[in-house]
């Protein structure tokens, strides 16, 4: 897929961190479509080499697995609008022993409904999984996707992800 931006965003500057973020940005959000793998970013409609100065951008890139968070929401999107009855999240995983914990809050963040949840495989490997919460009450509501500590707070705080969502009538 080829990406075509304006002129303008080659004036932003940033270090070989932000430049590396935004390419698995814009990778991941092109392969979210159906039958994408790889971008290539054009500037006014022709191929550039560089952006920002520390990645070659001549060839496509192709989104890391890693690079995302350790534990991804797909569904329900952040935002969206979905019929009371059984509401199911689903994801991405990459965590110790393929365990997560998933939580249901309401609108004040009130943990409502917590249960561990485990993905397809453990990692290293990325996982998918699913977990289905049935929501009865239409209101506003957050999923809360968190890494479990296999360090016993050893190591750096376990990833936690949120989306918000409202529930409606049938």
Known sequence: MIVDVDQALSGHSTGSAGEI??????AHTAASLPDVETVMLYINGAPIDELWGHLDWSQPITPDPFAL???TIETPMHGATVPAGDVVAEGQATVFEAHFVIRLCDASGSIMEESPVMASTG???RGTWSFTFTITEPGSYL????EEDASGGEGRAPMLVRREFT???P
């Open 167 to 169: 529930v409606v009538a």
């Open 69 to 71: 968070t350790p534990v």
């Open 143 to 146: 999923i809360e996707a968190e």
């Open 123 to 125: 990692g290293p490997e």
């Open 21 to 26: 973020a935004f390419a698995e940005q814009l």
